[in-house]
Structure formats: structure tokens, C-alpha cells
């Protein structure tokens, strides 16, 4: 589809959807209604939607219900890695199925693959002593475990959030991703290298930071270079994580107004080519480090507040809607190695308010309605409708949905889900003229798929 359309309306989604999920790696998607029920549709080649076979259908065409141990709990996060997705009940439970070679999935084992989602194992964390003096004066049970509030998935490797604060990591440690400090590569054979993946969700709590040597900083490679822990490190609260292709990114809690904390800093670390993690060098990060070109009097006034990772790109919204990008979301072109905000945006009043980068394009949704994106859309995700161009160097609006209010936006692998707003009589008069597609609609690409069989090999052509 070049142009934005409703996917089921009526058919699978009547009542209303609540959170959308894909991601920069991912041609698999997640969509979770209003009821808490997960939906799931894209690549199922290594089993990511967890529906359970030993010979999974590698695509499915059309939203299907995806269930397993959280019963009747309701979902309320999801994310999707390359081959991978991960779910979140509201008691704070996580799921995971798909590949899962590096571990990514957190079920403890490195099985090559979870057919059916299966429940994570996490390390670490569980309640303070404050919530458990409370629970204990209110009556009520106590708690080990943590309560995971967040999910975000790179190409192979997760990262979650619990309701502290803290961050957990688990799968591929090969560009640092996992913030541990460590890749733990190392010859399993004598030309072969493997790397110390960990199979279960373990919690980091270390964060670090150097100082600028401007003099050097083009120069000095940040894996050689010294980056002493914070003072305060064990006592930083994330409230906002996001996951690249070999990246990750995490935005402190913000603090409270009138506090004299100062602004809410931004961390950054796994794979650090094209200025990735907006340290002004290339280099991978082994620790979550501080940004400290998102620090300063002016962020004090107008803090970071949530993250955005695309596939080489990392992306920060601040609490007036400004963004600050770095990375390179698209294959030309130079690559931006600190820090800066999007002049195209600000300086025309737009409000950001949802925002997502896919594999090579980025996609924003404003305060007044607009949703804005450029970059590469191969496959006519830039959302430029019938006939219109398949990159833009500069933002354009999408046309068809200038009415509407984009609630989230999640852009996949050749793809994009924009979750708009459909709360009253306005809200469906904006949207009542947008194309539609419902699930009878969909069954001719299952139609045409009928008889190919397994990954891999092709369908023979008929006479």
C-alpha cells in the first residue's frame, strides 16, 4: 500500500486498537486492541508470531490472535526484533517466541527457535524495601520479581523496562549491545569467533560517561578511551528505552518540575558506525553512556522525555516537542555524529508528538494533526500515496490522513503503523475517507501462497 489504509476495521479490529509495534529489523508486526488481545501478522519463518508449529506458515497475511501463558491477562507492550517478539502482561510478565540463536528471547536456553511465546526469565530487580514495607502494611503479597512496564527489540538482542526504572538485557552481546561492558569475544575454533550472548534478561545498573578531549575526539576510539562510572549511577530511573538494529538508547526519568536535578540525560550503547550513538565518534559503547551533547541550561527547560532508535539512527523528544536526531537513517548521504534538532520541524511550529525510524526513513506526528515523513520508502512506506515518490531527501506531508491525529507511529522493515485517534464523531470524520482493506481482502495473498510451502523454496509456476 502507497497510501495510508485502515487494516481490518470492522473484521479484526471493531473494537479499537491500543498500541501498534514493528521496528527497524522487523517485516513482522504486532498490534494490540483496546481489550488487551494481541494481534500479530508479516514474516513467520522462525516462528516470531508464536503460533505454535513446528513447520510455521513463513508469512501470514492477515491479523491473527496470538495466544499463550498470560491466559486472560491483557498485553499492554509489545516489541519485534528481526526474528523475534517479545509481549507484556499488565501483571508485568514478559513473553517471548522466535528466533533465538543469540538468546534473545530470554527463556534461559539458546534453543534455536520458540515455536510458541514462551515466559522470560528475568535476573535481578523485584520490588524496594519502601514497596515492600507498604505491601506488607496494606497485607498483601510481597514480590521478587520485577514488573516489566516496557519492551524493545533490536535485530538480536531485547531490552526491557521494569516499573523502578531499570533496565534488563539479553541476547546478542556482539557490538556491546547487552551494557555490560563487555562482548566477551572470543575463538570457539580456530578460525571461528563467537561472543558471550546471555540467555536470560539480567539487570544493568552501571552508567558511565567521558569527557570531551576536544582536541582528540575525532581521533580517540571510544572503546579505548577511559569512561569512568557516573557518582549517582545505581540510583538513575530510566523512563524511556528504544532499541536500534545493534543499538540501544534509554532517557532517564524526567525529573520534577521546581527539582534541582537538572535535565533528564540521555544514555546510548552497542554499535556505533555512521555516529549511531551521537558520541561524535564511530565506535561501539560496551556501557550505556551519557550523552552529554543532550546536556545543558537549555534541557533544563525543556527535557528529554522519551527515546527513538531507527536502524542506524537515534532520535530524542523533548517535553516540548522538539527532536534531536543523529545517525543516518538513509543508505546516501552523511552520517550526523552528535546530537542536533530538526530545524525542518521546529522552525515551523510543528509540536512533535508520536515519532518512529524504520530501516530508512523516520515519521512524525504533530500536535495539529500532521504526520510528516521522509527517506527511502522502496515499498511505499513513506505513505506518499498512489504514484507519489518512493524517497524524499526533504519532510513532506502525508496525504489522506492531514485530518487526523496520529496517536503512535511504528515503522518497520519496508513498512510503517500509524495507530490514529478515533475517540469522537471528529475523529471518524477524518478518518471515514481513508482506503480500506479487511481480512476477505487479504485472503488472496494467502490464496496465492497456497501450495508454497516450506522457507525457502519457491512455488512452481503452473502451465
Same mark, same amino acid.
Given at each position: 500500500?502507497?497510501t495510508?489504509?485502515?487494516?481490518?476495521?470492522t473484521?479484526?479490529?471493531?473494537?479499537?486498537?491500543s /498500541?501498534?509495534?514493528? @521496528? +527497524? &529489523?522487523?517485516?513482522h508486526?504486532?498490534?494490540?486492541? @483496546?481489550?488487551?488481545?494481541?494481534?500479530?501478522? !508479516?514474516?513467520?519463518e522462525?516462528?516470531?508470531?508464536?503460533?505454535?508449529?513446528?513447520?510455521?506458515?513463513?508469512?501470514?497475511?492477515?491479523?491473527v490472535?496470538?495466544?499463550?501463558?498470560?491466559?486472560?491477562?491483557?498485553?499492554?507492550s509489545a516489541?519485534?526484533?528481526? &526474528?523475534h517478539?517479545?509481549?507484556?502482561?499488565?501483571?508485568?510478565? $514478559? /513473553?517471548?517466541?522466535?528466533?533465538?540463536?543469540?538468546?534473545?528471547?530470554?527463556?534461559?536456553?539458546? #534453543?534455536?527457535?520458540?515455536? @510458541? =511465546?514462551?515466559?522470560?526469565?528475568?535476573?535481578?530487580?523485584? %520490588?524496594? %524495601?519502601g %514497596?515492600?514495607?507498604s505491601?506488607?502494611?496494606?497485607?498483601?503479597e510481597?514480590?521478587?520479581?520485577?514488573?516489566i $512496564?516496557?519492551?524493545?527489540c533490536?535485530?538480536?538482542f &531485547?531490552?526491557?523496562?521494569?516499573?523502578?526504572? /531499570?533496565?534488563?538485557?539479553?541476547?546478542?552481546?556482539?557490538?556491546g549491545?547487552?551494557?555490560n561492558? &563487555?562482548?566477551g %569475544?572470543?575463538?570457539?575454533?580456530?578460525?571461528?569467533?563467537?561472543?558471550?550472548?546471555?540467555?536470560?534478561?539480567?539487570?544493568?545498573?552501571?552508567?558511565?560517561?567521558?569527557?570531551?578531549?576536544?582536541?582528540?575526539?575525532?581521533?580517540?576510539s571510544?572503546?579505548?578511551?577511559?569512561?569512568?562510572?557516573?557518582?549517582?549511577?545505581?540510583?538513575?530511573?530510566?523512563?524511556?528505552? @528504544?532499541?536500534g538494529?545493534?543499538?540501544?538508547?534509554?532517557?532517564?526519568?524526567?525529573?520534577?518540575?521546581?527539582s534541582?536535578?537538572?535535565?533528564?540525560?540521555?544514555?546510548?550503547?552497542?554499535?556505533g558506525n555512521?555516529?549511531t550513538?551521537?558520541?561524535?565518534?564511530?565506535?561501539?559503547?560496551?556501557?550505556?553512556?551519557?550523552?552529554?551533547?543532550?546536556?545543558?541550561?537549555?534541557?533544563?527547560s525543556?527535557?528529554?522525555?522519551?527515546?527513538?532508535?531507527?536502524s542506524?539512527?537515534?532520535?530524542?523528544?523533548?517535553?516540548?516537542?522538539?527532536c534531536?536526531?543523529?545517525?543516518? =537513517?538513509r +543508505?546516501?548521504?552523511e552520517a550526523?555524529?552528535?546530537?542536533?534538532?530538526?530545524e525542518?520541524?521546529a522552525n515551523?511550529?510543528?509540536?512533535?508528538?508520536?515519532?518512529?525510524?524504520?530501516?530508512?526513513? $523516520?515519521m512524525?506526528g504533530?500536535?495539529?494533526?500532521? #504526520?510528516?515523513?521522509?527517506?527511502?520508502?522502496?515499498? !511505499?512506506?513513506?505513505?506518499?500515496?498512489?504514484?507519489?515518490?518512493?524517497?524524499?531527501?526533504?519532510?513532506?506531508?502525508l496525504?489522506?490522513?492531514?485530518?487526523?491525529?496520529?496517536m503512535?507511529?511504528?515503522?518497520? /522493515?519496508?513498512?510503517?503503523?500509524?495507530?490514529?485517534?478515533?475517540?469522537?464523531?471528529?475523529?471518524?470524520?477524518a478518518?471515514?475517507?481513508l482506503?480500506k482493506?479487511?481480512?476477505?481482502?487479504?485472503?488472496v495473498?494467502?490464496?496465492m501462497?497456497s501450495?508454497a510451502?516450506?522457507?525457502?523454496?519457491?512455488?512452481?509456476?503452473?502451465?
Amino acid at each position: 500500500f502507497n497510501t495510508p489504509t485502515l487494516l481490518c476495521p470492522t473484521s479484526v479490529f471493531r473494537k479499537g486498537v491500543s /498500541y501498534v509495534a514493528t @521496528s +527497524s &529489523s522487523s517485516c513482522h508486526s504486532i498490534a494490540i486492541t @483496546s481489550e488487551g488481545i494481541p494481534y500479530g501478522w !508479516g514474516r513467520n519463518e522462525a516462528g516470531q508470531l508464536g503460533l505454535g508449529s513446528e513447520n510455521p506458515a513463513p508469512c501470514v497475511f492477515s491479523p491473527v490472535k496470538l495466544d499463550g501463558g498470560w491466559g486472560l491477562n491483557k498485553i499492554v507492550s509489545a516489541s519485534t526484533g528481526k &526474528s523475534h517478539s517479545v509481549l507484556v502482561d499488565e501483571t508485568g510478565a $514478559v /513473553y517471548a517466541a522466535g528466533m533465538n540463536k543469540n538468546g534473545q528471547c530470554g527463556v534461559n536456553s539458546c #534453543t534455536e527457535s520458540c515455536m @510458541s =511465546f514462551r515466559k522470560c526469565f528475568i535476573v535481578g530487580g523485584g %520490588e524496594d %524495601e519502601g %514497596e515492600k514495607k507498604s505491601k506488607k502494611q496494606k497485607g498483601e503479597e510481597e514480590s521478587d520479581a520485577p514488573k516489566i $512496564v516496557q519492551v524493545s527489540c533490536g535485530e538480536n538482542f &531485547s531490552l526491557l523496562l521494569d516499573a523502578q526504572g /531499570y533496565i534488563y538485557t539479553a541476547g546478542s552481546a556482539e557490538f556491546g549491545q547487552l551494557g555490560n561492558g &563487555s562482548t566477551g %569475544e572470543h575463538f570457539i575454533t580456530a578460525n571461528k569467533i563467537a561472543f558471550e550472548d546471555s540467555t536470560k534478561f539480567v539487570q544493568r545498573r552501571l552508567f558511565v560517561w567521558r569527557p570531551y578531549d576536544q582536541d582528540k575526539i575525532e581521533r580517540v576510539s571510544s572503546a579505548d578511551t577511559e569512561k569512568p562510572p557516573l557518582v549517582d549511577s545505581y540510583k538513575i530511573r530510566i523512563g524511556s528505552i @528504544s532499541c536500534g538494529k545493534n543499538h540501544a538508547m534509554a532517557v532517564e526519568a524526567p525529573f520534577k518540575k521546581g527539582s534541582t536535578g537538572g535535565a533528564a540525560r540521555v544514555f546510548s550503547w552497542g554499535g556505533g558506525n555512521y555516529g549511531t550513538l551521537g558520541h561524535k565518534i564511530q565506535g561501539d559503547e560496551y556501557l550505556p553512556r551519557l550523552i552529554e551533547s543532550l546536556q545543558g541550561p537549555m534541557f533544563e527547560s525543556n527535557q528529554p522525555v522519551s527515546a527513538c532508535a531507527g536502524s542506524s539512527c537515534g532520535i530524542v523528544l523533548s517535553e516540548r516537542g522538539h527532536c534531536f536526531y543523529w545517525g543516518r =537513517f538513509r +543508505s546516501a548521504g552523511e552520517a550526523t555524529m552528535r546530537p542536533a534538532v530538526i530545524e525542518a520541524l521546529a522552525n515551523n511550529g510543528h509540536e512533535v508528538k508520536s515519532l518512529s525510524a524504520g530501516a530508512g526513513m $523516520v515519521m512524525f506526528g504533530t500536535a495539529n494533526g500532521n #504526520t510528516i515523513s521522509w527517506g527511502q520508502g522502496p515499498h !511505499g512506506e513513506l505513505g506518499y500515496g498512489k504514484g507519489g515518490k518512493k524517497s524524499s531527501a526533504k519532510p513532506q506531508f502525508l496525504g489522506g490522513i492531514d485530518k487526523c491525529l496520529t496517536m503512535q507511529i511504528a515503522c518497520g /522493515y519496508g513498512h510503517a503503523l500509524m495507530l490514529i485517534r478515533d475517540e469522537d464523531d471528529e475523529d471518524k470524520s477524518a478518518s471515514k475517507d481513508l482506503p480500506k482493506v479487511e481480512k476477505n481482502d487479504l485472503q488472496v495473498y494467502d490464496a496465492m501462497m497456497s501450495g508454497a510451502t516450506t522457507p525457502g523454496k519457491s512455488k512452481k509456476k503452473k502451465k
